[in-house]
Nanobody
Framework: QVQLVNSGGGLVHPGGSLRLSCTASGDNLANYHIGWFRQAPGKQREGVSCFSAGNPIPYYSDSVKGRFTMSRDNARSTVNLQMNTLKPEDTAVYYC???????????????????WGNGSLVTVSS
């Protein structure tokens, strides 16, 4: 059994930055594909970024590419999401997730999520 604990988030002005973290216990995150997903009020959940297991290069959705940076520290079983140049449309609850399987074309296309984090609220507002 894996537990994922989200931390970070909060309220920031447009153009500001926040950092989210996701720490795993019970297993090493290196054994999973890891993704960040977000859900804004009244909207469907959206994939933000992900690492496929064994691949050091993260994938980003077009909506965050160039502004967000995902990193992972397998030794600490932690993944981070550095979010810069935040926009009001980035407002959402952000979740990390660990999963075994995805289908092409990228690692955001998961086939069942094994474990979800508890979520972090990010609010971008002036």
């Amino acid at each position: 059994q894996v537990q994922l604990v989200n931390s970070g988030g909060g309220l920031v002005h447009p153009g500001g930055s926040l950092r989210l973290s996701c720490t795993a216990s019970g297993d090493n995150l290196a054994n999973y594909h890891i993704g960040w997903f977000r859900q804004a009020p009244g909207k469907q959940r959206e994939g933000v970024s992900c690492f496929s297991a064994g691949n050091p290069i993260p994938y980003y959705s077009d909506s965050v590419k160039g502004r967000f940076t995902m990193s992972r520290d397998n030794a600490r079983s932690t993944v981070n999401l550095q979010m810069n140049t935040l926009k009001p449309e980035d407002t959402a609850v952000y979740y990390c997730a660990a999963y075994r399987t995805y289908r092409g074309p990228n690692c955001l296309n998961y086939v069942g999520i094994n474990y979800w984090g508890n979520g972090s609220l990010v609010t971008v507002s002036s």
